[in-house]
């Protein structure tokens, strides 16, 4: 008993193995307005921390607190790349705002794109890794007070 269940075991994960090759991210580039139009956005961000990409301009710092990153991933199954990057844009959002209010920071600023350590800076896209089961953002940024 214990053999054919090994036997079956192992006949599992062989044909699961091109299930897990085949499931490589693909980066894709998608708007930041986009996705901050989507799932509420707008109003599940506090109004009291400011995000700012890359290099956009930001009001005079007072004091740079830290910088930190944050990696998530959410599950894409069954959803469009759109959809899932948006959610999980949300939630790496959402990571980045507790991080401010834990620091009491008023602004993540010079925020990027870091999957797996490469850097992507713009002020209009954030990268997204698409693949065939989970869908992931990851952020750089810096947490400052602005000067009142």
Known sequence: MMKKLSSALALLVLAAAPLYASAADTMVKLPIAGAMGAND??????????????????????????????????????????KACNWVFLSAMLSLQKRAQELGADGVVNIVSNFNDKEMASQTEFECADGAIMAGVAFKADFVRFAK
């Open 41 to 82: 956005a707008q109003q599940r961000l506090d109004v009291g921390v400011k995000f700012y990409f890359a290099d956009q301009p930001t009001p005079k710092v007072q004091t740079k607190i830290t910088s930190d990153r944050t990696s998530l991933r959410t599950n894409g199954f069954g959803k469009s790349t759109e």
